[in-house]
């Protein structure tokens, strides 16, 4: 008799296996069995892989395993140099402002001060006025005129000296009035 090989090979299938009910996907449809095997092996490190692939904001890659935290601390970096710049324009232009505020006030003060300036030399020439008047009076009372006449002479020189210093301060306080107006000029052209 011949052996039975149809029954022998029936025996080595495994009837679990064969009978397994197909794969299928959500449109109810049967999976290749090789995409299948395919999506077992890759399943492992496909999202780790696309993660690490992600690009920063910048292009650079990202120094983690997630891209979005490359991309915040890429945003936190230039925020923080947006901030410091933004410190560095405002001390700049405090300093600024401070230097026009002390040359608006310095010149304030000097047309105050020539204006004080102005009003003593008036005030000393019509002193110089009246002390004319006084010798002359004095002149016709009491004095000789040569002695009189050294007298006056004395005393104008005085207010000569007094109106001479005066008027160099006056000078100064221009000078120093051109300066801040140029010190204006160079800082507008800055």
Same mark, same amino acid.
């Given at each position: 008799?011949e052996p039975?090989?149809?029954?022998?090979?029936?025996?080595?299938?495994?009837?679990?296996?064969?009978?397994?009910?197909?794969?299928?996907?959500?449109?109810?449809?049967?999976?290749?069995?090789?995409?299948?095997?395919?999506?077992e092996?890759?399943?492992?490190?496909?999202?780790?892989?696309?993660?690490?692939?992600?690009?920063?904001?910048?292009?650079?890659?990202?120094?983690?395993d997630?891209?979005?935290?490359?991309?915040?601390?890429?945003?936190?970096a230039?925020?923080?140099?947006?901030?410091?710049?933004?410190?560095?324009?405002?001390?700049? %232009?405090?300093?600024q /402002?401070?230097?026009?505020? *002390? @040359?608006?006030? &310095?010149? =304030? !003060? #000097?047309?105050?001060a020539?204006?004080?300036l102005?009003?003593?030399?008036?005030?000393?020439?019509?002193?110089?006025?009246i002390?004319?008047?006084?010798?002359?009076?004095?002149?016709?009372?009491?004095?000789?005129?040569?002695?009189?006449?050294?007298?006056?002479?004395?005393?104008?020189?005085? %207010?000569?000296?007094? /109106?001479?210093?005066?008027? *160099? @301060?006056i000078? &100064?306080? =221009? !000078? #120093?009035?051109?300066e801040?107006?140029?010190d204006?000029g160079?800082?507008?052209?800055?």
């Amino acid at each position: 008799m011949e052996p039975d090989t149809n029954g022998a090979e029936a025996n080595t299938k495994n009837p679990i296996l064969e009978n397994d009910p197909p794969q299928l996907n959500a449109d109810n449809e049967e999976l290749d069995p090789q995409d299948l095997r395919h999506r077992e092996g890759s399943s492992g490190t496909g999202h780790a892989e696309s993660c690490a692939s992600t690009p920063t904001l910048d292009g650079s890659p990202p120094n983690n395993d997630f891209g979005f935290l490359s991309n915040h601390d890429s945003w936190r970096a230039m925020e923080s140099e947006r901030t410091t710049r933004l410190d560095q324009l405002r001390q700049a %232009l405090d300093v600024q /402002i401070a230097r026009r505020r *002390r @040359n608006i006030t &310095a010149r =304030r !003060e #000097a047309h105050e001060a020539e204006d004080e300036l102005q009003k003593e030399i008036g005030e000393l020439g019509e002193r110089m006025k009246i002390l004319l008047e006084k010798q002359t009076r004095i002149e016709e009372e009491r004095f000789s005129e040569s002695e009189i006449s050294e007298l006056i002479n004395a005393r104008v020189e005085q %207010l000569e000296r007094e /109106i001479k210093v005066v008027e *160099r @301060n006056i000078c &100064a306080i =221009r !000078e #120093a009035e051109n300066e801040f107006k140029a010190d204006e000029g160079k800082e507008r052209e800055a």
